[in-house]
């Protein structure tokens, strides 16, 4: 009897704090791991530990949409997300029509091929086929560095929207090579038949984007962010996601 009293009282409260506790949709881009990407139907990564564990220290509840990362943006300042957490790199592009919270990952880009290819850093140069993700940084490196120089054709780039599709077309052999962040191509050459072959240092800084002038749901972020890691939180989820 005593117990039920107390189970009634748990259930209670979780209902009473679920309905005092505002609900922010985050959008995210599943196909990036160990940032995001989904395991037996749920949203998983180090990015979606992280929002989870700053909406319990700021007292508020999430709900993850999946989206294409180049729609992020547009979802943000059309109000229907309220967050977005994507291993998204801080760039002055963004800045000018979203605001982000402190960094909390760096980054640079990686070229990869097929595990048994021939090829080398000189994929980039020449007649090849180059997959990026579009509205990536990989995609604008790519753009600027080599179509803008003359160095591959525009129509060497590949532009899909989700990693998943990239690197399909990289095992099948529809492209020789894929541009993209260092961490999430470290992992996918962990667990899929590709290999890193050039590091492309260009310093990239990960922050959670919000509606521009959103300052309220941003100094919630923040303040999150450093409690997550003065707590010794954050120590435990790199351990988790990239932890040997
Ligand atoms: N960091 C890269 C960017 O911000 C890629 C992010 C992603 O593909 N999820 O453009």
């Known amino acids: 009897m005593k117990r039920n009293f107390l189970v009634f009282l748990i259930v209670l409260s ?4 679920m309905g005092l506790a505002t609900t922010y949709v985050v959008g995210t881009s599943a196909d990036f791991p160990p940032f995001e990407y ?3 139907g749920k949203y998983v990564g180090f990015d979606m530990d992280l929002i989870n564990a700053i909406a319990k220290t700021e007292g508020f509840n999430v709900q993850i949409r999946d989206m294409a990362f180049d729609s992020l943006i547009p979802a943000l300042k ?3 997300i309220d967050i977005a957490i994507a291993g998204m790199t801080i760039t002055k592009e963004r800045q000018k029509v ?3 919270s402190n960094p909390y990952w760096f980054a640079d880009q990686d070229v990869i091929v097929g595990k048994n290819s021939k090829y080398t850093v000189t994929v ?3 007649n090849h086929k180059i997959g990026v993700q579009t509205g990536t940084t990989g995609d604008l490196w790519v753009t600027n560095n080599l179509v803008k120089a003359g160095i591959l054709k525009e129509t060497g780039v590949k532009r899909y929207q989700s990693f998943i599709y990239a690197l399909q077309a ?3 052999g529809a492209i020789d090579a894929v541009v ?4 999430v191509a470290e992992r996918f050459a962990q667990v899929k038949p590709v290999k890193v072959v050039a590091i492309l240092i260009t310093g990239e800084s990960y922050g959670i984007a919000v509606r521009k ?7 919630k972020l923040n303040d999150g962010l450093k409690k997550v890691k003065s707590s010794g939180k954050m120590s435990k989820l790199i351990d988790k996601y990239f932890g040997k």
């Open 14 to 17: 979780v209902i009473f704090s």
């Open 180 to 183: 993209l962040d260092s961490p």
């Open 170 to 172: 990289l095992l099948n």
């Open 124 to 126: 980039l140069f020449g």
């Open 38 to 40: 989904v395991q037996n």
């Open 78 to 80: 059309a109000g229907v």
């Open 213 to 219: 002038g959103n300052t309220a749901l941003l100094n």
């Open 98 to 100: 979203v605001d982000f």
